[in-house]
């Protein structure tokens, strides 16, 4: 039950902008799950999320990701193969130079959006399969603001 809270926590926070604590309560409880102040304060502990600003200027709960390095690289890997894409429903597929559909799918993996389930590679050509057709278009969202640095 713990874990499948924790995984419900990373989505919701990846999927909203979460300020506090009671906001988070809030989206679990609309999810299902039964909790007290005191279990989300552990979750956010052992979860080790931290709190970084929008856009906006609000505050919101995120993930902590000490490789930025890495993301870095994972997303000059997109910037440098990438293509095109194009959606169908659930399924976003994107077009690499030859040779670099593995290494894309393997960055757009590891860069962790809560959109993906998961991707499928081949010679120039990935397959995501993403939770929504709504996900769907937030996540090309995401991609093409990475793609214009």
């Known amino acids: 039950m713990k874990l499948e809270r924790h995984s419900k926590i990373v989505e919701l926070i990846g999927r909203y902008e979460i300020e ?7 989206y679990l409880h609309r999810e299902g799950y039964n909790v007290t102040q005191a279990t989300v304060s552990r979750d956010i502990r052992e979860l080790k999320l931290s709190k970084i ?3 906006s200027g609000r505050q919101k709960y995120a993930v902590f990701h000490p490789q930025t ?5 994972y997303i000059r890997i ?9 959606m169908a429903q659930n399924i976003l597929v994107l077009k ?5 559909a593995m290494a894309l799918a393997a960055a ?7 959109e993906v389930v998961g991707c499928i590679a081949g010679d120039d050509t990935v ?3 993403v939770r929504t057709v709504d996900d769907t278009i937030i996540l090309m969202d ?6 214009e640095g």
Do not use: I, R, W, Y
Not at 20 to 26: A, G, H, K, R, V
Not at 78 to 86: G, K, N, P, V
Not at 96 to 100: A, E, K, N, Q
Not at 108 to 114: V, Y
């Open 20 to 26: 506090t604590q009671e906001e988070l309560s809030e």
């Open 53 to 55: 600003q929008t856009d």
């Open 69 to 73: 390095a890495f993301n870095d690289k």
């Open 78 to 86: 997109l910037q440098d193969s990438f293509l095109s894409m194009d």
């Open 96 to 100: 690499t130079v030859s040779g670099m």
């Open 108 to 114: 757009l993996d590891a860069l962790h959006f809560p």
């Open 127 to 129: 397959m995501c399969a």
């Open 142 to 147: 995401k991609l093409k603001k990475l793609l």
